[in-house]
């Protein structure tokens, strides 16, 4: 790679101090000739001085020398007294001025090295583009080809998405391969997916893999106050790009940007707007024969601009899902290189325990069981430090010390224990691998983990109204055993409500309304509910409202009936579980499945974790 050399204040000073002592030494090799002042009245008392200059400590002018010849002299002058005393010893003496090119040469360098020092100072404090001249300038971050480690054995449990990128890997390593075929690669590849899956390093492991210069930069950098800036900075981008070809030029968040235009606030300055525009242009003029390739991820592909996505800019899109079970079980190999496990660490079944959690969430559960582990002085990570590893990431860290008096105590263990009974109990639901009254996280007072056996993708009308079920149970074992239910079943009694509302109005599977939907709210594909987006106004009459809110209302009390007529033909059980769940506080699925009577089997399919919780919150 081309180095380029920057200018530096330090070359200046060196200059000056090299040209100040050669001129120095220059004036004392051919100035005019200095005389010890005895040579000097010498001189003067046989008539050989012509002419002097009398200063307040040299005397200068011309005199004879030995040869003949008329030449030039300086002298410093002496006290007359003094030289008249040492003239009558017959001693030879002169004049000396103190030499003082060191200290005014110090006494005006010093304040310039600390002029400089501020001012280096105040430019490393400002950063790289606070300075008025550097608005413009481009703040990405430029790795070279040897600066990036990442390959794609180092990005597992996304299999489909490195076969895409391998296609951009080789165009970048072998160009004539498409192009004598006429084809050519798209110009950008749009990374899309939940958070934590692993976007941004599929895109580092593409550079590393081809070898190329690689820029990265966030959507947000190119946003500033003054409008302008950001799209100098996209002009700024490509022009370094174009000059390290071939390379990738990576963009992360993309939404930052590339949000469609119209959606700003009113008010708002059009900066955003023409820092997309710019941005589309630089794509649209863009020859893929160059070799740079434009990558972006993003959690928001919804809200992106439709030029962006069009053919000839952002035209190949690949989707960077969260892992399945074969792919979870791979990114904990990978992420289990560098941590010491035991011999009882079984990675398959650690991945049946997370289902859903993203490829950064498996690594902080592997380093929060090193963690806990050199808490404990252990040399090795076990399977028990996992496990709890889990708890902390699911339902937060536990609260040993929060005191609960003994009827909420009591409370909970029959609301755990109805949630676990009804899961053992219904068909189409996964089995009970936990139940715990320990309190964790903000509000959770206790939880029941079920396991699944698989990963799912779709969700029948009954599998549904089996997790509907589960969810009644914490409340309706409250109502059977106390007479009354209590606030922790808020959350339930919540999700189980829009779970039968989506049933209805989104799934079509209601018995008066038929296959008709209702709901047309637009949700994020990646992220979790919005609670900014305001739902739009209701496409449907009052009469179909009331009509909704009718058989929601038959819907959910026919579960509750249902799930009611269960724990009453259970009491024995759920009484038996629950005293046992007081006297230890956390059981397992073994002992669970023991003390209720019931067979240890593998449940079909079905939710993971239902949990009571203060204020109506759960896990």
């Excluded at 259970?570 to 046992?580: F, I, S, Y």
Aim: aromatic share 6%.
């Amino acid at each position: 790679m081309e180095k380029h050399h920057k200018f530096s204040i330090w070359y200046v000073l060196l200059g000056i101090w090299v040209v100040l002592i050669l001129n120095n030494l220059i004036a004392q090799s051919i100035g005019p000739t200095r005389l010890a002042y005895s040579d000097f009245l010498n001189k003067l008392k046989d008539d050989k001085v012509r002419e002097i200059a009398i200063g307040e400590q040299t005397i200068s002018g011309t005199f004879i020398d030995d040869q003949g010849k008329e030449a030039t002299f300086i002298t410093v002058k002496v006290n007359p007294e003094l030289a008249k005393e040492l003239e009558g010893h017959n001693i030879k003496f002169r004049g000396e001025i103190e030499s003082t090119f060191f200290r005014n040469l110090l006494s005006w360098v010093i304040p310039i090295f600390l002029f400089v020092g501020v001012w280096y100072f105040m430019m490393k404090r400002m950063g790289p583009g606070a300075g008025v001249m550097q608005f413009g300038s481009s703040r990405a971050k430029v790795y070279a080809e040897e600066e990036i480690p990442t390959r794609f054995a180092d990005v597992a449990g996304v299999d489909e998405a490195k076969e895409e990128l391998e296609e951009v890997v080789s165009f970048l390593r072998q160009p004539d391969k498409y192009s004598r075929l006429g084809g050519r690669l798209p110009k950008g590849v749009l990374l899309v997916g939940p958070p934590g899956t692993g976007k941004t390093l599929l895109a580092r492991a593409v550079a590393g893999e081809a070898k190329v210069p690689f820029f990265s930069i966030s959507g947000s950098e190119f946003v500033e106050l003054f409008v302008g800036v950001g799209a100098a900075r996209v002009r700024e981008l490509f022009s370094q790009a174009k000059q390290k070809a071939p390379c990738i030029i990576f963009i992360d968040e993309l939404d930052a940007l590339g949000k469609a235009r119209g959606m700003a606030v009113i008010g708002g300055h059009d900066e955003r707007e023409q820092t997309l525009q710019q941005l589309l242009v630089e794509m649209d003029g863009f020859d893929p024969r160059v070799g740079v390739i434009i990558m972006a991820a993003t959690n928001r592909p919804e809200i992106l601009d439709p030029a962006l996505l069009r053919a000839g800019r952002f035209d190949r899109q690949v989707l960077v899902d969260k892992p399945d079970l074969n792919g979870r079980i791979a990114i904990l190999k990978v992420h289990a290189k560098r941590i010491s496990l035991a011999r009882d660490v079984d990675l398959e079944t650690l991945a049946q325990r997370t289902p859903g959690l993203s490829g950064a969430d498996l690594e902080n559960i592997l380093n929060e069981g090193a963690l806990l582990a050199a808490r404990a002085n252990r040399d090795e990570v076990t399977m028990a430090d996992l496990e709890e590893a889990v708890d902390r990431i699911v339902g937060g860290l536990e609260k040993k010390n929060r005191v609960i008096n003994q009827h909420e105590k009591s409370v909970v263990a029959h609301h755990e224990t109805g949630h676990a009974l009804v899961a053992a109990l219904t068909p189409k639901t996964d089995r009970v691998h936990k139940i715990s009254i320990i309190p964790r996280g903000i509000a959770a007072l206790g939880y029941t983990e079920q396991r699944p056996t698989e990963d799912r993708y779709l969700m029948s009308q009954s599998e549904l109204q089996a997790r509907i079920d589960v969810l009644l149970g914490g409340r309706v074992a409250e109502k059977l055993t106390f007479g009354e239910v209590s606030t922790g079943a808020a959350n339930d009694l919540m999700r189980a409500t829009d779970m039968a509302r989506a049933m209805l109005t989104q799934y079509g599977m209601g018995q008066t309304l038929g296959p008709v939907t209702y709901s047309r709210r637009n949700q994020p594909v990646f992220l979790p509910n919005d609670a900014t987006m305001a739902p739009p106004p209701a496409e449907f009459s009052e009469a179909t409202a009331a009509a909704l809110d009718q058989e929601l209302r038959d819907f959910m009390q026919k579960r509750q009936e249902r799930v009611e007529e269960l724990l009453a033909g259970h009491r024995e059980a759920l009484d038996k579980v629950a005293k046992a769940l007081l006297d230890r506080e956390v059981l397992d699925g073994k002992e669970f499945y023991e003390l209720a009577g019931l067979s240890h089997e593998e449940g079909s399919r079905g939710a993971r974790v239902v949990a009571p919780g203060e204020n109506g919150r759960s896990l």
